[in-house]
């Protein structure tokens, strides 16, 4: 490893241009979020009939049709829908998060070019975009888990400790995919398979039991993995997270991220060149 490449590994400054700029990439995600539905009749409203009308979906499909259960718990079919839509929920902030991230600097050559911009904070404006639509999935999660079970697990307090790890990792993702996109433009493409692979190698239409003993470890290399098990500890179940696990994901994520800065720090001098 170079020493420049050392010495970007260096937390103040990977952290400084979050915090700095942080009413900045607030008002850029909200834009995002409201320039997403501008012109249709109902607006921001679509973000809450979206996942709605998904959760209707798969409880026909899945509940009424397949009759689908899940293996562990009461194995009620309206339990396998939560369990379902929670690990689609994480699936999907990864997918929009990593398919986006490919074009981030690639589609935005004004920014580089033309613009005094602080390009390292593109990536939290994305996932802070694709947060809000987590969180509302999530809320609608909830309160179909609450007529389910008339109760909400005081555990979902713990959902920041559980997410924040895992938005860590997309940062990180996020820089690394946002500056290869710029060299090499077919990675779009690519992250789109990876996203459609990973749908199907997460434990999110099936349990992780369902794997064989001797494989299981394998499945924890998926970034998903963890994650969506976790999650639905908290908000299904009640059941307090993985403590050591957690530690061990929040050690990567921070890992990646700082490799992730120290990257797109390091290609960032080539962007305007290539654009």
């Known amino acids: 490893m170079s020493n420049s490449f050392i010495r970007t590994l260096n937390a103040p400054a990977i952290i400084r241009p979050l915090w700095v700029h942080r009413h900045l990439i607030g008002q850029m ?22 996942p709605v009308f998904m959760l209707s979906i798969y409880t026909v499909i899945f509940g009424s049709v397949f009759r689908m259960r899940w293996s562990q718990g009461s194995g009620h079919q309206s339990e396998f829908i939560a369990i379902l839509f929670t690990g689609l929920i994480i699936h999907g902030l990864f ?16 920014l580089v070019t033309k613009v005094v911009f602080p390009l390292e904070i593109l990536p939290a404006i994305t996932i802070g975009a694709a947060l809000f639509h987590t969180l509302v999935s999530m809320l609608i999660l909830m309160a179909y888990n609450f007529i389910l079970t008339g109760q909400i697990p005081i555990t979902v307090l713990l959902l920041p400790i559980v997410l924040l790890p895992f938005l860590i990792l997309l940062l990180g993702i996020a820089l690394l995919l946002s500056s290869f996109g710029v060299y090499f433009r077919d990675l779009s493409q690519t992250a789109g398979m990876l996203s459609s692979a990973l749908l199907f190698l997460s434990p999110i239409f099936y349990p992780i039991t369902a794997i064989p003993e001797n494989y299981q470890h394998y499945l924890f290399l998926n970034p998903l993995t963890f994650i969506i098990i976790e999650m639905r500890n908290i908000l299904l179940w009640g059941n307090l997270p993985d403590w050591q696990g957690l530690l061990i994901y929040s050690i990567a994520a921070l890992t990646f991220w700082f490799l992730g800065w120290a990257w797109f720090q390091k290609t960032r001098k080539g962007f305007a060149d290539v654009l």
Not at 29 to 50: C, D, H, P, T
Not at 95 to 110: C, D, F, H, M, Q
Request: charged share 20%.
């Open 29 to 50: 995600a909200k834009r995002e979020v409201i320039g997403r539905y501008r012109g249709s009749m109902l607006g921001l409203f679509w973000s809450l009939v979206n």
């Open 95 to 110: 997918s929009e998060v990593i398919t986006r991230a490919t074009r981030l600097i690639a589609g935005s050559p004004n």
